[in-house]
Every structure is written in C-alpha cells, then in structure tokens.
C-alpha cells in the first residue's frame, strides 16, 4: 500500500475530501468483509468444517493455503490493476466476487469446493486493498492518512470479532454454514455504501506500455532501503500470523479441549486488542518513525508466543492471540504508512504489493508443514516454537533498524541552537528513503 496522496493527489480539489471517521469507517467495512470473513471465517470455523466434512486439517490446511496462493497472485496483478480502472469500482467488483464466493461456501460439501470459495474470495481482496489505500489517499486530508490507513486494515479485526461470534454460536453440525450467509448479506450491504458514499474516481494513471518499465520499477524497489525493509518484514508477518491463526481455533478445541465459548474468546481478544492497537499505533505512527511501531507491536506478539511455547495451556494460547491481535491488526497499515513516507508512490505500491505476494506465499507453506506436523503428532507445540523463534529474529532486527535510521537522522538533521528534537523530527522523514 502507498500514501501517495500524502501532498494531495493531482487534479483533486479540497472538496474531493471526506471526513476522516466516515472514511475510516467505510474502509474498515470493506476490508471486515474482503480480509476479516475472506481470510478469517475458515480457520475460525476449521473444528466444525473439519466434522462436517470428515477431513483432517491436512486437506483444510491445504484449503487455506490455496487461498494464500490466490491471495498472493492477486497482490502480484494488483499494481497494474489499480493503474487501469476506476478504485471505486474495483472495491465494488470485489465485493461482489465475495456474495458470490460466500454463497458457494454456504453449498459446498468438501474441502475442494470449499478451496475454490476461498480462493475465488482470496484472489481480489489484495487488490481491492490496494485500491481501498490509493482511493483513501485522495479523498483524506494528508494530516489523517496514517491513522485511516492504519484503522482502515483493521478491518481485518473487526471481521475476526465477528467470526468469533460465529465460532461461539454456531456451534452444531452445518451450523457454520449460516456465518458465510450473514458474510453475504454484509457483502451486499457494504457494496452498497461504497457505492452510494464514495465519489467516482478514475484510474490512479494510464496503463504502461511496455514490460521494460515494469521491471525497471521492480528492481528499483528493492534497491530501495526500505521497499526491502518493506517486503522482508511482509514475508516475516504473513508466515508468523497467517500460520499461527490458521490453527489457532483448532488447537483450542483439540489441544486444549475448550468449548465454543472458549475458541470465541480467543477471536473477541485478538479482535478487540487489533482495533484498539490500529487506533492507537496507527496516530502514533504520524508522530515517530513506522518502524518503532512495528517493532513494538513486533515484541509484543513474540512475547505472546513465548508464553504460549512455556505454559502450553489455554491460558497461554489467550496470551498469544493478544500478540497477535496487537501485531497482525496494525501491521499492514504501518507497513504501507511505511512504504509511502519513505518511497516515490510508484515504487511505494510495489514494494508493498510485492510483500503482500512474498507474504501469502511464503505463509503457504508454514500452513501446510504446520497441518501435515499436527496430522502427524497431534500437537501444534513445535510450530509454535518455530514461530516465536522467527518473531523474536524479527523484533531484533527492527531494534538494529530504527537504530540505524535514528543515526542517519542525526547526521542528516544536525542538532542546532534554538532548535527542538520534535521539530527536527517533523521532516525527518527523508531518513527512510535511502
């Protein structure tokens, strides 16, 4: 994702502007259904598909990590998307590919159908991401954009609530059914105020015509500090995350022995800590740099990890979805808020589309070693240990990271007389861009 429009967007006059919380609050919606349901209502339902089908949670891992793959090719076509058509009408056809792949979720009646919803819904939730950002970057005013980024991916959590809710009461046979039919109506309904609260906007610029200029781009982008920064921290995030949630209702439910109350809880803790963290982080994250924001969210989630790997109790699992709800919530926004405040727009929106693409791929194959490890032993423990080993790696480097940025700061920006750290640190932002 970008903030390209951070110094406003060519040829959209102040008018064009919405209010920050109603433009929050419309992207936060779209992404509860493209991500939140999307990504989220499989694994919070896994036990209960798992019955329904007769399947182990090899074949269901492998569901998901289908999706992940669609996931992934649709953040790889994503930039040459949003450069051709219209964002308003982008999120709209993405919101009526999800009522179409819910409903085929409502009818399925095993993990191959079940794959194709997923990866029907997976394949233009990317895009529909990355034109949710470009669309929030025109129509708010360049002082809000890193806490309507930041709220806007939070959606994810509002969703994961939700599917909570879901896990808690739907809880006999083809019950489960019932929460992609309430994912349709929502579909429905937010589509609808997309269409009637956003104004029309053209394509972000004209399709480029040769595949040379592409690639010039691409390569540019790792060249870049932080378009790498940017990629390698997606990659860290989707294998660390996407892994853990996956299994986090099943392990609750097999491991630990919970009821439907207990997986509900987990979902409504990650959930309410991933929107209070979004808020919070996200207007943090226009005072000081991206990256100390992630680290901290960063530590907070291995540390859940740590707890969760010692005590191996429900308990511990309740600690973990904590830190993960404090870190997955925020995560992708920041690292947006990242990519724009360090990268020229173009350069920025590849380098965000290419983690999200590394992202889901990479975390393919943590869900899938992880299925065939719990078929295998019965226990999530040894990936869990993987996990907070990988996290903890994370956390150290982004410490090394905003230490070297802060030194580069300092001799970019030399302390002067009469002068105050904030100020200085109001146009720092050049610090990101080597």
Not at 192 to 202: Q, V
Not at 302 to 312: A, E, F, N
């Amino acid at each position: 994702m970008t903030t390209e429009g951070g110094a406003g967007a060519p040829g959209l006059a102040p008018k064009g502007f919405i209010g920050t919380g109603r433009a929050a609050a419309l992207f936060c919606a779209v992404i509860m259904v493209t991500h939140g349901f999307g990504n989220g209502l499989v694994p919070a339902l896994l036990p209960r598909i798992g019955e329904s089908f007769g399947s182990g949670y090899g074949a269901l891992g492998l569901a998901v990590s289908s999706g992940l793959l669609a996931y992934g090719l649709g953040a790889a076509v994503g930039v040459r998307v949003v450069d051709v058509f219209p964002l308003r009408g982008i999120i709209l056809a993405a919101l009526s590919v999800c009522v179409v792949g819910f409903l085929v979720a409502v009818w399925s009646t095993s993990p191959l159908v079940l794959a194709g919803s997923v990866v029907l819904i997976s394949l233009l939730a990317p895009i529909s991401w990355s034109a949710s950002v470009r669309l929030i970057a025109r129509v708010v005013e360049p002082s809000s954009l890193g806490r309507v980024t930041v709220v806007a991916s939070s959606g994810a959590g509002v969703g994961g609530g939700i599917n909570g809710a879901f896990a808690f009461f739907l809880a006999r046979p083809d019950e489960w059914r019932l929460a992609f039919v309430v994912a349709t109506a929502v579909s429905a309904v937010t589509a609808l105020a997309i269409l009637l609260s956003l104004p029309g906007t053209p394509a972000s610029r004209p399709r480029l015509a040769r595949t040379t200029v592409r690639q010039r781009d691409w390569r540019a982008t790792w060249a870049v500090r932080t378009g790498r920064v940017v990629i390698l921290l997606s990659v860290a995030a989707g294998v660390g995350a996407f892994t853990f949630v996956s299994y986090m209702s099943a392990t609750a439910v097999d491991e630990f022995g919970v009821s439907p109350a207990g997986v509900a809880v987990l979902w409504w803790i990650a959930s309410s800590v991933g929107l209070t963290a979004a808020v919070v982080m996200g207007a943090w994250s226009d005072r000081v740099s991206p990256v100390l924001v992630i680290g901290v969210i960063s530590l907070a989630y291995s540390s859940g990890l740590l707890v969760l790997v010692l005590t191996w109790s429900y308990a511990g699992l309740m600690v973990a979805a904590l830190g993960f709800g404090f870190f997955n919530y925020p995560i992708w926004g920041l690292l947006g808020h990242l990519a724009g405040q360090g990268m020229e727009p173009r350069l920025a929106v590849r380098a965000f589309s290419g983690g999200l693409t590394a992202a889901a791929w990479c975390a393919v194959s943590g869900i899938a070693l992880a299925g065939w490890w719990i078929e295998r032993t019965g226990s999530f423990r040894i990936p869990v240990i993987v996990l907070a080993v990988l996290s903890s790696l994370v956390t150290g480097w982004l410490v090394t990271e905003y230490a070297r940025r802060r030194v580069g700061a300092v001799f970019q920006h030399p302390p002067s007389i009469g002068v105050e750290g904030p100020e200085r640190a109001a146009g720092a932002g050049t610090e990101n861009a080597r």
